[in-house]
């Protein structure tokens, strides 16, 4: 049963008219980002979804290799967003795929 399983999101995919949540941790962060991503660390996830993320958007979860962002999408699903996936490979192979997209600041 697939019902049950967060859809993903191609690495090469435009997620500029998407919110992308970035769920690694405040370190991971830091050394480098998705330009425009917001950034709630999984643990604070359940907690912030709610003053930081609007349910009715296309959203994409991320972290290094994709098992958080997992997590993450099925937690935002469990909470009444409807659009969710998660980022195929995480920010390791979209930094590979699109460096374009990468921040440092």
């Given at each position: 049963?697939?019902?049950g399983m967060s859809r993903i999101a191609e690495v090469h995919a435009d ?16 050394d480098f980002h998705l330009a425009g991503s917001h950034h709630i660390p ?64």
């Amino acid at each position: 049963d697939l019902a049950g399983m967060s859809r993903i999101a191609e690495v090469h995919a435009d997620l500029s008219e998407v919110q992308v949540v970035d769920v690694r941790s405040h370190a991971e962060f830091d050394d480098f980002h998705l330009a425009g991503s917001h950034h709630i660390p999984l643990e604070q996830l359940r907690s912030e979804l709610a003053t930081k993320l609007d349910p009715a958007l296309p959203t994409v979860t991320l972290c290094f290799s994709g098992q958080r962002g997992h997590v993450a999408a099925r937690i935002l699903q469990q909470n009444g967003f409807n659009d969710v996936r998660n980022l195929s490979g995480g920010i390791r192979m979209r930094r590979y795929a699109r460096p374009q997209d990468i921040a440092n600041d």
